[in-house]
């Protein structure tokens, strides 16, 4: 108990300094979507800092596990995340937003170590870990691949289509996160297009009890 704990306290003040760092980031770039930046800010830490199988040094690694972020306007806090972990050095932060960045508004493969994948267009997310998710089980391969949606892009049919197919496939290596933060560009998902029962949704398209 006391182990968890402190791993719990660990994490809580790695969010913290995620969250300092976003801040400022945000502040110095005049960047945008910070508040679905924040709101993955724990989610964030706990998957780079205690769940995710990464080398950093090695960001190549055979044996990784893979993280999509789907919900690509919120990268503040994952940028800062792939620098606290060591993917790239953190004086590359102040570099957000300028002309000929790899620090752009959404993220980019290919640019910064420990980017999988270009996000930004809602909706992909889940297709493409899912499909990432499928050759590793064909292969026999035990990488996991973690995919973050907003709430929002849950309007898009792709998403539920990416559900329903990976629960075919028996995906059991994919973990789909929803950061469920209830807003979107236009407003409350709730007057924009309504969720609920969302959980609900969830469990019957993945065939889950």
Not at 169 to 195: E, P
Request: proline fraction near 3%.
């Amino acid at each position: 108990m006391k182990a968890n704990k402190s791993k719990l306290k660990k994490l809580q003040l790695r969010a913290t300094d995620i969250r300092k760092d976003l801040l400022t980031l945000a502040y110095r770039s005049r960047a945008g979507h910070i508040g679905s930046s924040l709101s993955t800010v724990d989610i964030v830490a706990a998957l780079y800092f205690d769940v995710l199988k990464l080398d950093p040094k090695n960001p190549a690694w055979p044996h990784r596990d893979i993280f999509i972020l789907s919900k690509g306007h919120g990268c503040l806090g994952y940028y800062v995340a792939l620098a606290q972990k060591g993917f790239f050095p953190k004086a590359m932060l102040a570099d957000l937003f300028k002309d000929n960045t790899l620090i752009s508004a959404h993220p980019t493969i290919k640019t910064v170590a420990g980017i999988e994948f270009s996000t930004g267009s809602l909706g992909h997310g889940l297709s493409v870990a899912g499909g990432i998710a499928y050759g590793f089980k064909l292969a026999k391969k035990d990488n996991r691949v973690v995919v973050m949606l907003s709430d929002g892009e849950c309007d898009e049919g792709s998403t539920w289509e990416a559900v329903m197919s990976s629960a075919h496939l028996g995906l059991g290596n994919l973990v789909a996160i929803v950061d469920y933060n209830k807003k979107q560009a236009f407003g409350r998902t709730q007057d924009v297009m309504s969720l609920e029962p969302f959980a609900e949704k969830w469990r019957a398209l993945a065939g889950t009890p």
